[in-house]
């Protein structure tokens, strides 16, 4: 069964991020300097170079990718709730080359901008945080 909450919209920030940055750093500062708790994200650009992973589910660990070379940020989707008493964002994104192959996973530190705006959606409803889950060994939502 699924367990989910109601949120309402309660603000938008749109805007573009610094040249040269970490992508997933980048967006995490838009949270902090906000206040942002409760949110949705999605971007669209391009990195000079992608660092990104995928969850072994039988060895419960993240396995990385780097990708060394220019990409589209294609889509970039996530959400942002608290863990450890921050603002954390969680996204997963597809990049793609100049030949149109597309890679994606889980953003992690260490893809860094060329160019990217962003939408953040900010929610007001429960309060969403973190921990580990048993099941799973993920960070996921404490409900």
Known sequence: M???NEVQLQRIFVGK???DGDLLEELT???EENDI???RVGALGAVKKARLGFYNQQDRKYEFCDIEENLEITNLFGNISMRDGKPMVHAHVT???AQGRAYGGHLAPGTVVFAC???IDVYKGPQMCRADDEETGLPLWDM
């Open 2 to 4: 699924a367990i989910y």
């Open 17 to 19: 991020l610094k040249h």
């Open 29 to 31: 500062s838009v949270c």
């Open 37 to 39: 708790h409760l949110g």
């Open 95 to 97: 990049v793609s080359d």
């Open 117 to 119: 705006e962003f939408i």
